[in-house]
């Protein structure tokens, strides 16, 4: 085959913040890796989250996602310090807290109940009334039936934690290559030995799939019934010199986040009918405006920034796939983690480089296994 041959120990196939965190945190370990994106870095749902490390608000029952996100979380503030260190990129750690308002009856008694039981688990969340919140936040919030206040629950700006991340990986060593489309598996005896790509072939001891939405694709060329699939999710940022509120505002189907650059973060839908169109569509942002203003009415007299648009990456059971393949040398997996990629980054990185290092890893990854899913 023409083109150039590139030889590592470890191909990361993604460049999106699951795919950077792994690159880094081997790097760390003194790793050789490439990593590998078909477009750029952090381009697709990456650059449409929200930011937020939602450990507590994103978890509606106690479990293994409830424990996973919990242990990521904690784990920020000494990789904000690493990264900032190392590449002087600011992930823009903001950590007033989140407050998950209630809309109706049934959410206040759902929302009680995880107070209840996340508080049992040793976590912190306090509960307001209405009044409690309008003593804290004026007339901001638009009257509701309560809200969790979850004040360990942070958020971050996106692009400047995959900057942070992939800057850092760059400095240990990492050889990034963009705009680099993976065309199929490099197989000897039934191991995976590397890629094709549009501009050759990289060899590679093992392989990490780490492509998102697009993860379950790939899986299929070598039989893997891998059932990771896109979930649209729209957006958009508002401008604003001081945003109206501190805190995180979450409630069903919208969230609003202030950001430290100034901008606010309104979000996000979930379509999963939309297959791998990207396109922002008017009747998506027009009830996601709708729904903000409603929930902070300041909102309505904001400039209007950037719509975004993503596909994160769904799971049939909703836990990310992280680990090896069975039955298939040298592949492994860290996908599926619809809205929690950025709250799981850094964990997925820490166990994924402590698995392809032989260590012992610091979280259980049987829930998380990929045997879950079936070889055809």
Same mark, same amino acid.
């Given at each position: 085959?023409?083109?150039t041959t590139?030889?590592?120990?470890t191909?990361i196939?993604?460049?999106?913040?699951?795919g950077c965190?792994?690159a880094?945190?081997l790097a760390?370990? %003194?790793?050789d890796v490439i990593? &590998?994106e078909?477009e750029t870095?952090?381009?697709q =749902?990456?650059?449409?989250?929200a930011g937020?490390?939602?450990a507590?608000?994103?978890?509606?029952?106690p479990?293994?996602m409830?424990?996973l996100?919990v242990?990521?979380?904690?784990?920020?503030p000494?990789?904000r310090e690493e990264?900032?260190?190392i =590449? %002087?990129?600011?992930?823009?750690l903001?950590?007033?807290?989140i407050?998950?308002?209630a809309?109706d009856?049934?959410? !206040?008694t759902? &929302?009680l109940?995880?107070? !209840?039981? +996340?508080?049992?688990s040793g976590?912190?969340a306090v509960w307001?009334?209405?009044e409690d919140?309008r003593?804290?936040m004026?007339?901001?919030?638009?009257?509701?039936?309560g809200? &969790?206040y979850?004040?360990?629950?942070?958020?971050?700006r996106?692009?400047?934690?995959?900057l942070?991340?992939?800057?850092? $990986?760059k400095?240990l060593?990492?050889?990034?290559f *963009?705009?680099?489309?993976m065309?199929?598996?490099l197989q000897?005896?039934g191991?995976v030995t590397?890629?094709?790509?549009?501009?050759g072939v990289?060899r $590679?001891e093992r392989v990490?799939?780490a492509a %998102?939405?697009?993860? %379950?694709l790939?899986? !299929?060329?070598?039989g893997?019934?891998?059932?990771v699939?896109?979930?649209?999710g729209?957006s958009f940022?508002?401008?604003?010199?001081?945003?109206?509120?501190?805190?995180?505002?979450?409630?069903?189907g919208?969230y609003?986040?202030p950001?430290?650059?100034?901008?606010?973060?309104?979000g996000a839908t979930?379509?999963?009918q939309a297959?791998f169109d990207?396109?922002?569509?008017?009747?998506?942002?027009?009830?996601?405006s709708?729904?903000?203003v409603?929930l902070?009415?300041?909102?309505?007299?904001l400039p209007?920034?950037?719509?975004?648009?993503g596909l !994160?990456p769904g =799971?049939?059971?909703?836990?990310?796939?992280l680990?090896?393949?069975p039955?298939i *040398?040298?592949l492994?997996i860290?996908?599926?983690?619809?809205r929690?990629?950025?709250l799981? =980054?850094a964990?997925?990185?820490?166990v994924?480089a402590?698995?392809?290092?032989g260590?012992?890893t610091?979280v259980d990854l049987?829930p998380?296994?990929?045997?879950r899913? +079936?070889v055809?």
């Amino acid at each position: 085959m023409m083109g150039t041959t590139h030889e590592t120990d470890t191909l990361i196939v993604g460049g999106g913040v699951i795919g950077c965190a792994i690159a880094y945190e081997l790097a760390k370990a %003194g790793v050789d890796v490439i990593l &590998l994106e078909k477009e750029t870095l952090g381009s697709q =749902s990456t650059r449409a989250g929200a930011g937020m490390l939602g450990a507590q608000v994103e978890m509606t029952e106690p479990g293994p996602m409830y424990e996973l996100g919990v242990k990521s979380r904690a784990l920020f503030p000494k990789l904000r310090e690493e990264l900032l260190e190392i =590449s %002087g990129i600011d992930m823009e750690l903001h950590t007033p807290g989140i407050f998950r308002v209630a809309v109706d009856e049934q959410d !206040r008694t759902a &929302l009680l109940e995880r107070q !209840r039981w +996340q508080t049992a688990s040793g976590q912190r969340a306090v509960w307001f009334e209405d009044e409690d919140l309008r003593s804290e936040m004026g007339d901001l919030v638009a009257p509701r039936f309560g809200a &969790l206040y979850l004040p360990d629950d942070h958020q971050v700006r996106n692009p400047q934690l995959l900057l942070a991340m992939a800057a850092s $990986a760059k400095r240990l060593g990492v050889r990034m290559f *963009e705009h680099t489309p993976m065309i199929g598996f490099l197989q000897e005896n039934g191991a995976v030995t590397g890629v094709k790509t549009v501009d050759g072939v990289i060899r $590679a001891e093992r392989v990490i799939v780490a492509a %998102g939405a697009w993860s %379950g694709l790939l899986a !299929r060329q070598l039989g893997l019934e891998l059932p990771v699939f896109p979930v649209k999710g729209q957006s958009f940022l508002l401008d604003s010199y001081a945003p109206p509120t501190p805190f995180t505002i979450y409630t069903h189907g919208c969230y609003i986040l202030p950001k430290k650059n100034g901008q606010v973060y309104v979000g996000a839908t979930e379509e999963q009918q939309a297959g791998f169109d990207r396109r922002p569509n008017l009747r998506s942002l027009a009830s996601l405006s709708s729904q903000a203003v409603g929930l902070l009415p300041s909102l309505g007299d904001l400039p209007f920034s950037t719509p975004l648009a993503g596909l !994160r990456p769904g =799971s049939l059971d909703g836990l990310p796939y992280l680990g090896h393949v069975p039955g298939i *040398e040298g592949l492994y997996i860290a996908s599926g983690h619809f809205r929690n990629g950025v709250l799981l =980054s850094a964990i997925t990185g820490h166990v994924m480089a402590e698995l392809l290092t032989g260590k012992p890893t610091s979280v259980d990854l049987e829930p998380f296994a990929v045997g879950r899913a +079936q070889v055809v």
